[in-house]
């Protein structure tokens, strides 16, 4: 529909608000009916590419910043898997609300972080929206290359995973993130493919209280039960989860 | 005044001091407890007649207590224990998943596991809503205070109130099929039952038999200080609940499964459940959600919104054919 991509490409387009179609008319033979009948069409591409035009503007603060903001791609990768050597979280396919909310937790300071907060604070709400729309978009972790060799960390790490350890109280991590780490929106992020690191550095964080901002205490109640073995084997297994191991 | 005098003139003799005599009485009472009470333990082993004390859900017996095994250990009369605070209980711990044997057992114990955490896969035809027996029993059936399969083994046959005989292991199972989730009970000799029953039977190894087992059933509250109430449980429900289970309790669905099981509705348990008796919802929410944080509700909140649960629809009881 080339109207709607003209019509994306207009300058705010995406702060209007979505316009509710009129009625379209009964007979079409009317010349002004079929007039009106095309701009209620247009209107209505409008409405439905407005989304579209706030993923565009998100991948052109991702791949060039804007606003004072850097490009989030610098840390975050070029389509926003994270680097895994240097602990920058993936963003890819991660649910829109999740994003938005640690986006605005880092800009008032309910979330911690040096390198995050002062990007945060910079960034308009209007950007943080588009920033979380085109990454919500992007296709989420994939099963890629080999699994883990099954080691002891790697079972260990299954098991957490998937059952949890009653004995202290803790439940499986995937009863809350989804059956296979996918996460389950909008409050439960995706876990699967998460660099080892990053998921380290936040357990530990939540372990220590110095991330607090999980709704209910949940992420926290789980955090604190866990020992340092415990969460190396969670952080190592979610980098590249599968079920190979799992007996049947 | 007199005996002080003679304790007095006791010690100045300097050849009995009068304090071996507490130390001797002590000595005695110490020995004739240790003999003692174990007697009295095993002579009350046997279920006593008030089964009609303990809820209709749970099993007709008494809370016996038992001295078979070593690790016996005296229950804390906390609030939340009162219906139990004159037993003794027993510690147990199931085997690790790893024990698990191989061979043709295994693969029973095995399916049994299967068919506990994922009853709409395994068990599909006997299941008439969307829940799996693990919702109710944490953990695959091993968290204590969420009426774990190790603890129930050993306590049947017994009497129960809700169907007025003696029951079977096999027939406490078909009850939950029947009324938690609302289809109907495979044949005992099935094997889906077998399965179940040797899944039981292998976290139950080593545990007493007929003994009551520290973590059985859900730790039953006293009664509230204030009635429970429905308009309270909800925004009890509203505050801790519905962030998983939905603001309308129908649970949240992902490719199919359900990852936050639904509270009410056609989906759910039906009324003739012991999830619909707001005693023992109130139990179950109070030691087992906000999932991983239990026992952090107050006994006040897990009644009132136990009480919100009761007041939304459900499927009828089978018995009675009409809503409760």
Excluded at chain 1, 27 to 40: E, M
Excluded at chain 1, 87 to 116: I, W
Excluded at chain 2, 59 to 76: F, L, N, R, Y
Aim: charged share 20%; glycine share 10%.
């Amino acid at each position: 529909m080339p109207l709607s991509f003209i019509v994306a490409w207009m300058p705010g387009s995406r702060n209007r608000v979505l316009p509710r179609p009129p009625h379209l008319p009964a007979r079409a033979t009317d010349f002004r009916s079929l007039l009106a009948g095309v701009v209620s069409i247009a209107w209505g591409a409008t409405g439905a590419s407005l989304a579209h035009a706030d993923r565009l503007a998100g991948a052109t603060l991702a791949q060039q910043g804007g606003g004072g903001a850097p490009a989030c791609m610098t840390c975050h990768g070029a389509t926003g898997e994270g680097q895994a050597a240097a602990g920058f979280p993936r963003l890819a396919g991660q649910g829109q609300a999740y994003l938005l909310k640690q986006l605005q937790a880092f800009a008032d300071g309910t979330r911690k972080n040096p390198q995050m907060a002062p990007i945060a604070r910079s960034l308009s709400a209007a950007q943080m929206r588009d920033a979380a729309d085109y990454y919500a978009s992007l296709p989420g972790w994939k099963q890629a290359g080999a699994p883990h060799t099954p080691s002891a960390q790697y079972t260990q790490g299954l098991k957490i995973v998937t059952e949890g350890d009653w004995s202290k109280e803790m439940p499986a991590c995937f009863a809350c993130h989804g059956i296979a780490g996918e996460g389950v929106p909008p409050h439960f992020p995706a876990l699967a493919g998460q660099p080892t690191a990053y998921t380290q550095t936040q357990l530990s964080a939540w372990r220590a209280a110095q991330r607090t901002n999980d709704p209910l205490g949940l992420m926290q109640a789980v955090a604190e039960k866990m020992s340092d073995a415990e969460i190396a084997a969670v952080s190592r297994y979610l980098e590249n989860p599968s079920r190979a191991g799992k007996e049947k | 005044m007199s005996f002080r005098t003679w304790y007095k003139s006791q010690k100045q003799t300097r050849k009995f001091h009068p304090g071996w005599i507490v130390i001797a009485v002590g000595g005695v009472l110490v020995v004739a407890g240790i003999i003692a009470i174990p007697a009295t333990l095993v002579a009350e082993t046997a279920p006593p007649p008030a089964a009609a004390a303990s809820p209709p859900a749970a099993s007709g017996h008494g809370k016996a207590p038992g001295a078979a095994m070593p690790k016996v250990i005296e229950q804390t009369p906390g609030p939340a224990r009162l219906r139990n605070a004159k037993t003794i209980q027993v510690d147990f711990s199931p085997p690790p998943d790893e024990a698990m044997p191989t061979d043709e057992f295994g693969k029973a114990v095995r399916l049994g596991k299967d068919i506990f955490t994922d009853t709409q896969t395994y068990a599909r035809q006997y299941v008439g809503n969307k829940l799996n027996c693990v919702n109710c029993h944490l953990g695959a059936g091993r968290k204590a205070d969420s009426a774990p399969l190790w603890a129930a083994y050993g306590m049947f046959p017994a009497y129960r109130d809700k169907n007025k005989h003696v029951n079977t292991y096999e027939e406490r199972l078909a009850g939950c099929f029947r009324f938690s989730m609302n289809g109907k009970a495979p044949a005992p000799d099935s094997k889906e039952m077998v399965a179940l029953v040797s899944y039981s039977y292998w976290l139950a190894k080593g545990a007493p038999l007929g003994v009551e087992l520290k973590g059985r059933g859900y730790p039953q509250l006293a009664e509230p200080s204030q009635k429970p109430d429905a308009v309270r449980g909800k925004q009890v429900f509203e505050a801790n609940c519905a962030l998983c289970h939905g603001v309308d309790g129908q649970g949240t669905e992902m490719s199919g499964r359900y990852v936050f099981p639904p509270l009410w509705g056609k989906n759910s348990f039906n009324g003739g459940a012991g999830m619909s008796k707001v005693k023992n919802a109130a139990a179950f929410v109070h030691a087992n959600m906000p999932l991983g944080k239990g026992n952090s509700l107050s006994e006040q909140e897990a009644w009132d919104v136990a009480q919100y649960l009761d007041s939304k629809p459900r499927p009828p009881d089978p018995r009675k054919g009409k809503s409760s």
